[in-house]
């Protein structure tokens, strides 16, 4: 029997935030096939868009938000923040970017991956998203992000509330000496996130990104574990290649806040 049901999962920090809606999606719920079964949010090779934009119709439905008014990035493992003040629709991106700022009701922002770190973030007034793969975070988009959302509102960084969602875990991302590098030279101390014990280290950015977050003077941070390479309830690219699908970290504001 096919599950039609939109599963999320949620920070309970974000989600004690009034007037506002957010999740991350599983792949629960969809209408897609294969390998991009069933909740697919991004289109992909054997998708057809049309299915691509009944998923997100169905997301939409779940946070009672408008289909016209969600806003998808096209994503490209920068560091560009986006201020976005209405949605273009699931197919069509309001702009390139990895992280975006909206202090407008009744917008979906929406941050696609299948490995990397989504992040959700609420601020009084204000709400953002961003797309922390190793790369974007090498670039410091987190800090980005929270000092866009706190000039966009004019709140301070210990007033914002995140929500690091599920991404691929430290066992499962082996990566070369160039990530490390890269990491370390943005400013982050090298202790506690890689291990050296195989023949490749092995990185744990979600442990990087909360901390960089700290850094930024975020106090209050959800962090859900869960790995996207071993929990089959995700898209993993690592896992699946260039077939894999894609879910979402989305957030946004209902009424006036």
Sequence with gaps: ?????????????????????????TRE????????????????????????????????????VEPAQI??????HGNRVLRVFEGRGALQPVGEADAAVCTVSGVLLAVRVADCVPV????PGGIAVAHAGWRGVALQVVQ?????????????????VASIGPHISQPAF????????????????????????GVRPHVDLGFVVREQLRGAG???????ESCTYFDQRFFSHRRDGDASGRFAGVIAMKGSR
């Design 120 to 123: 959700l973030f609420a601020a």
């Design 29 to 64: 719920g969809g209408v897609s096939l294969g390998g991009c079964s069933s909740l697919n949010l991004a289109v992909r090779a054997g998708d057809p868009p049309e299915c691509v934009q009944e998923n997100w119709r169905r997301v939409a439905l779940r946070f009672g």
């Design 1 to 25: 029997m096919v599950n039609d049901t939109v599963t999320c999962l949620n920070g309970a920090r974000m989600a004690a935030v009034p007037g506002v809606v957010h999740g991350f999606t």
């Design 218 to 224: 975020v106090i209050s941070i959800d962090h859900l």
């Design 144 to 160: 980005r992000t929270v000092e866009a959302l706190c000039m966009a509102t004019g709140a301070r960084p210990d007033a914002v």
């Design 71 to 76: 806003a998808v990035l096209s994503q490209v």
């Design 174 to 197: 082996e990566v070369g000496e160039e990530v490390v590098e890269a990491l370390v030279a943005s400013g982050v101390a090298p202790e506690g996130w890689i291990d050296r014990t």
